[in-house]
Nanobody, 128 residues
Framework: QVQLVESGAGVVQVGGSLRLACAPSGRTNSRYAMGWFRQAPGKEREFIAAISGGGGDTYYADSLDGRFSISRDNAKNIVYLQMDNLKPEDTAVYYC?????????????????????WGQGTQVTVSS
């Protein structure tokens, strides 16, 4: 059983930055594609970003305006989400997830059903 553990969240002021990290505990395939989702109060969980198993392909939600960046260190088996120029609407619980799917092309890894394992979520609060 794979457990994903998110870290790095907290409270930040508008315009600030945070870097979230996600690491698995237990046996895992470091070649899983990894994704980040978030759920704001009263809203459905939404896709943020994903990265392929090798790290060569990245995918982002259109609404981010280039403020977020996903990366991975396969040697350490950690996936990062760098979030810059944070806005109050970025306040949400952020989840990382792992997918054993192999997807080529556009529109990959942006649906929850594509993911096999999920973290517990971590709260990001952007204060104005």
């Amino acid at each position: 059983q794979v457990q994903l553990v998110e870290s790095g969240a907290g409270v930040v002021q508008v315009g600030g930055s945070l870097r979230l990290a996600c690491a698995p505990s237990g046996r895992t395939n470091s070649r899983y594609a990894m994704g980040w989702f978030r759920q704001a109060p009263g809203k459905e969980r939404e896709f943020i970003a994903a990265i392929s198993g090798g790290g060569g392909d990245t995918y982002y939600a259109d609404s981010l305006d280039g403020r977020f960046s996903i990366s991975r260190d396969n040697a350490k088996n950690i996936v990062y989400l760098q979030m810059d120029n944070l806005k109050p609407e970025d306040t949400a619980v952020y989840y990382c997830a792992a997918s054993s799917n192999i997807c080529i092309g556009s529109g990959c890894y942006d649906e929850e059903y594509e993911y096999r394992y999920w973290g517990q979520g971590t709260q990001v609060t952007v204060s104005s």
